[in-house]
């Protein structure tokens, strides 16, 4: 048995264990996607929709490493990055309101707001290429399930589109296409109902999660795939979750801006027993 110190956090509902790695005695001792797949689960472990790791980095203030609560890796978490933020300046693990993130994804500068919201710069948005679909040009809409989906990388890949309401089993249609053809890495879905030309309600469907509460990327694909449209404006707009509003703004010089609470559950102790069995990696 490895006793591993956690915090869990959320961001509107979409909730992470949070493990200080920063010396690698995690990492380095344990397999993540194992450690991720107990952690995470909500019967026999703490229960969350992804394990976060604050580690060292290189080239910015610290690193992100995000595994998904089936074990699979993730590229960025736009939830998992503001509670990543809060908990690193909160605990001094750097000086200042302000932090630079190396992920899977690149580059992320991240901002502890005095009203203890952080505000992210999510990087331009990718309508095209192998990291979303695997041909088309932007932008890029497929047919699939019977809807019209546009494909957006916010570093990782999801498929929007924009219904009338949510009369209709969209967990199914979900489900189906997170592992579409034309997804070499499976995708987050989402399904968006247009309120104004400022505000959409977005259900979801993330990838290695099933139906969450929140996702940060995903509220960042659905305001660029309305701006692209012309469903939404490119200004300021708020993306409605199910667990609360995120304000996006998808600037003049294409750079997304994110901005949302990050909040603390608990800390405490994780008992991590490794079992070494394989069946348990992917539910």
């Not at 932008?139 to 990388?153: A, I, K, L, N």
């Not at 089993?169 to 997804?183: H, K, L, T």
């Not at 996702?215 to 667990?243: K, Q």
Request: hydrophobic letters at 40%; one cysteine or more; glycine letters at 12%.
């Amino acid at each position: 048995m490895i006793e591993i110190s956690f915090t869990k956090m959320h961001g509107l509902g979409n909730c992470f264990v949070l493990v200080d790695d920063r010396q690698r005695q995690v990492s380095g001792s344990v397999d993540t996607a194992e450690l991720a797949i107990a952690a995470c689960d909500r019967n026999f472990g703490i229960g969350a929709d992804g394990l976060i790791l604050l580690q060292r980095s290189a080239t910015a203030d610290l690193a992100m490493q995000i595994v998904n609560e089936d074990g699979s890796a993730a590229e960025m978490c736009g939830n998992g990055i503001r509670c990543f933020t809060r908990l690193a300046i909160e605990r001094k693990m750097v000086g200042g309101p302000r932090l630079t993130v190396d992920t899977p994804a690149g580059l992320i500068r991240t901002q502890l707001l005095d009203d203890q919201r952080v505000r992210v710069d999510m990087g331009q948005p990718g309508l095209a290429g192998p990291d979303v679909i695997v041909e088309g040009e932007p932008p890029v809409h497929v047919e699939e399930q019977g809807r019209v989906f546009t494909f957006v990388s916010m570093g990782n890949p999801h498929a929007v589109t924009f219904v009338d309401d949510f009369q209709f089993d969209w967990q199914q249609v979900g489900a189906v296409v997170e592992r579409a053809r034309a997804f070499p890495q499976r995708v987050n879905v989402h399904f968006a109902r247009l309120v104004s030309r400022t505000e959409a309600e977005v259900k979801v469907w993330e990838r290695g999660c099933g139906v969450t509460l929140a996702c940060g990327t995903g509220a960042c694909a659905v305001a660029v795939a309305g701006a692209v449209e012309g469903r939404l404006e490119r200004g300021p707009v708020t993306i409605a979750l199910p667990g609360g509003p995120l304000e996006i703004e998808w600037q003049e010089n294409n750079q997304v801006m994110m901005t949302g609470p990050a909040i603390g559950i608990c800390s405490g102790i994780y008992c991590f027993e490794p079992l070494g069995d394989e069946s348990r990696r992917f539910r």
